[in-house]
């Protein structure tokens, strides 16, 4: 029986990786592949699961933990999605505040599944806005710079990197990201795609096939600045459903909740490494978000519906206090709602600043 063949796609929050992943997983189906996908996060309610389930794909979840500190948890899951069905493919989705993933994901794949697993190339997606600042040395770029380290600390660890959303940027601006990379990660092999509008994405593919030596990248990494970094930023994952006596469009009512969140954030000063909201009902679903304080809110999966009664979750990644967070997230809401007469119920929120990485596995030398 071959091994199942692993890719991990890494990446700053709201750099684009899960709608690299759904593109990935339909072009392998289209191919007759079995595609299973693991998402990751730091809480239950994630909106990407979601989005990911609701555009068919099979999607196990590992909650509670990022996958370097649930180790287990991830392999656990990869085997609950073959119990059925074993996939061809599995694609992993880890938390986009989490870097050391080569020593603590891949190697460990590499030395105690190396017959199960064959590990594709590392790649990293590189998210332009904040990106770029960060790696100018602005020193208004968004972020503490615990949490720039992070950032370029998952540069670093990459077979190769992506830089992604490559509609929105200018020839020169992508120019100057792919001067910028070549001159602070040497030899990293840099692509460029949309994963929105497909541009780019047959060298992506192309990347991901190729076999050989990787994961070898060998690299320092302060555990205190990296704890500092990740606790910097309040997380929020938050379940509710909306009901209305008229119909109300869905796409409306959450790029309505996007919009809101993102004017009053700014209003404090805090800025938004990403905002997500889901809407789902009777077979339909829509995506919002948003990626950085100076962005603009875009409906990125539209459900063209409207509905009476709906199912939303709410993802929200800021560098802002988790209570001050709860307190932004349900006044969005609330007054998304009122506007649209409707009315919100809210049933779970979770909202906390992530604890400090504690790895299942740290394999630092090279396996084979």
């Known amino acids: 029986m071959p091994p199942i063949r692993f890719i991990m796609l890494g990446g700053f929050l709201g750099a684009g990786k899960t709608t690299t992943i759904a593109r990935l997983a339909r072009h392998y189906q289209n191919q007759g592949k079995r595609i299973g996908i693991v998402t990751n996060d ?199 459903t909306v009901t209305a006596e008229r119909e109300l469009d869905l796409d409306d009512l959450l790029l309505s909740i996007i919009t809101r969140l993102r004017d009053s954030l700014a209003g404090i000063d805090a800025e938004t490494a990403h905002l997500k909201a889901i809407g789902m009902a009777e077979g339909l679903y829509g995506v919002a978000n948003l990626v950085s304080s100076s962005a603009s809110p875009e409906l990125s999966l539209p459900s063209n519906g409207r509905v009476k009664e709906a199912q939303l979750v709410v993802n929200a990644r800021v560098a802002t206090a988790p209570e001050t967070l709860i307190e932004q997230v349900t006044s969005a809401v609330a007054a998304a709602c009122s506007a649209a007469d409707a009315r919100p119920t809210f049933h779970q929120t979770q909202s906390f600043r992530p604890g400090r990485p504690q790895p299942t596995h740290r394999i630092l030398e090279t396996v084979g």
């Open 42 to 240: 730091q809480a239950t309610d994630l909106v990407d699961t979601n989005s990911l389930r609701s555009q068919g794909f099979e999607v196990g979840e590992v909650p509670g933990s990022c996958f370097c500190c649930n180790f287990n948890a991830l392999t656990a899951t990869v085997e609950s999605l073959s119990a059925d069905e074993r996939p061809d493919i599995v694609i992993a989705e880890p938390v986009g505040s989490c870097t050391d993933l080569v020593a603590t994901v891949v190697r460990p794949l590499q030395k105690q599944y190396g017959g199960s697993f064959d590990v594709a190339p590392y790649g990293v997606l590189l998210k332009p806005g904040h990106g770029s600042r960060i790696l100018r040395g602005e020193k208004k770029g968004g972020f503490s710079p615990q949490a720039a380290y992070i950032f370029k600390k998952q540069l670093e660890e990459a077979d190769f990197v992506v830089i992604n959303r490559m509609d929105e940027l200018t020839p020169p601006e992508a120019d100057e990201l792919t001067r910028l990379l070549g001159e602070q990660f040497p030899g990293i092999p840099v692509l460029r795609q949309s994963a929105k509008s497909g541009a780019g994405f047959d060298a992506l593919v192309e990347f991901l096939e190729q076999r050989g030596s990787f994961g070898r990248r060998l690299m320092d990494l302060d555990y205190d600045v990296y704890a500092e970094g990740e606790a910097e930023l309040g997380w929020l994952n938050s379940s509710l």
